[in-house]
């Protein structure tokens, strides 16, 4: 062995850490194996799901279709007796209502605070001289391009954790299964 021949114990744990870690890597330099049809359709058929689009089923109905689509999904599940039925609608048109105006006054909300900014903006750029505006302006699309950067690796990195969370359950319930 290698080690025997070396004098110095400082250079003995040096040469052994370097074959140590040498081994390590060549370990996790080998190919993965092809993983079993089952996992691959786990891992195919995972959720492609967007944020934001999770109620699209309501998008652009009437609050009268939407309480009648809920009262409707409720009543496969639950029975409802004729009272009942009568009840539930009234409360989920009476929730779709609200939640109509909420939205609208919500989207009335946002478009007044865009416009405020846009003047606010053009004010602050009327103060300033075309020097300090062009370095404005490239700091705002160095912010851009920087915050663009950390959401793609951010995103990336939520994809890799999702899929390795859906394999680990996968193996959790195979072995719970076996």
Excluded: C
Excluded at 57 to 81: C, I, S, Y
């Amino acid at each position: 062995m290698i080690v025997g021949f070396i004098k110095n114990k400082e250079m003995k744990k040096l040469m052994l850490s370097l074959a140590l870690s040498g081994l390590m890597l060549a370990g996790f330099a080998q190919e993965k194996k092809d993983v079993k049809p089952e996992m691959k359709e786990m891992q195919t058929s995972v959720h492609k799901h967007k944020m934001g689009r999770m109620h699209d089923g309501f998008k652009n109905k009437t609050p009268e279709e939407v309480a009648k689509m809920k009262t409707d999904r409720m009543d496969q599940k639950l029975k409802f007796t004729d009272k009942q039925r009568k009840d539930i609608y009234a409360f989920n048109l009476k929730q779709a209502k609200d939640h109509q105006k909420m939205a609208a006054e919500h989207q009335e909300h946002r478009s007044k605070m865009k416009k405020q900014r846009v003047a606010e903006h053009e004010k602050m750029m009327g103060m300033l001289t075309p020097e300090q505006q062009k370095t404005l302006k490239d700091s705002y699309a160095e912010n851009r391009k920087m915050h663009k950067e950390h959401w793609k690796k951010d995103r990336q990195l939520k994809r890799k954790d999702f899929k390795k969370g859906e394999v680990t359950k996968t193996n959790d319930a195979d072995v719970k299964a076996s």
